[in-house]
């Protein structure tokens, strides 16, 4: 039976985030991080069904806001090191007690999972959904799956040929799909997400 905790962190943007913490049960060393996108919440499709595989998988859960987010304004580029010291506080509040930690990211939230794992002395493994440029950096120096989609705007196979392949670390494309893993055709975005799905399951139960 999960429980759900909200915990309260106040944030640079003077507003406290409330971050959704569901346990499992009270030994679980088991724990999935989701951070979003810029504009694109845990609550969108390809990181809503992220955190219920990892539930269904027998893992914690904790879905990360941006104190932007729950400032319900923009961000600022400038501010992002603002976004990863609240982020690593939400993170650094329950981590310990897990033996096996997961980081699901979505683009920006790539570089923030990347720097809040640097903070953190544990391994970690990483599922980078439709990372960003500068976030090959952090994929090439964490054991992690990379996600993009062919027709993303932001992340090319340029960009990908940069990423060292090996055992630990994969690169998988999606035909079609674009930065938010869907495509102009409703089912087709459908048959992406149970694409998705059957990644999140294999990654997550290895």
């Known amino acids: 039976m ?17 971050q959704k913490y569901y346990q499992l049960h009270e030994e679980n060393s088991k724990l999935v991080v989701l ?12 990181l809503h069904f992220a955190g219920t595989s ?19 304004t923009n961000l600022d580029i400038n501010d992002l090191p603002r976004v990863i010291e609240d982020s690593h506080e939400s993170v650094r509040r329950i981590i ?21 794992h640097g903070k953190l002395d544990i391994p970690i493994r990483h599922l980078f959904l439709t990372p960003i440029k ?5 994929i090439n120096k964490y054991n992690g799956l990379v996600v993009y989609g062919t027709k993303d705007e932001v992340f090319n196979t340029e960009l990908a040929n ?10 998988i494309e999606i035909p079609n ?7 102009n055709n409703v089912e087709e975005s459908i ?16």
């Open 96 to 116: 310990n007690k897990y033996n096996e930690v997961i980081f699901i990211s979505k683009s920006i939230g790539t570089i923030v999972a990347g720097e809040v």
């Open 134 to 138: 500068d976030t090959v950096h952090y």
């Open 54 to 72: 990892a539930i269904q998988s027998g893992f914690d859960l904790l879905v990360l806001e941006y104190g932007y987010q729950a400032a319900r």
């Open 2 to 18: 999960k429980k759900l905790e909200i915990l309260t962190v106040p944030s640079f943007w003077k507003t406290e985030m409330k």
């Open 35 to 46: 951070f979003p996108g810029k504009n694109y919440s845990c609550e969108k499709p390809s």
């Open 177 to 183: 799909a674009n930065h938010s893993l869907e495509t």
């Open 191 to 206: 048959e992406i997400l149970g694409k998705l799905v059957r990644i999140y399951m294999d990654f997550l139960n290895k």
């Open 162 to 171: 940069q990423i060292n392949i090996d055992k630990v670390r994969r690169v």
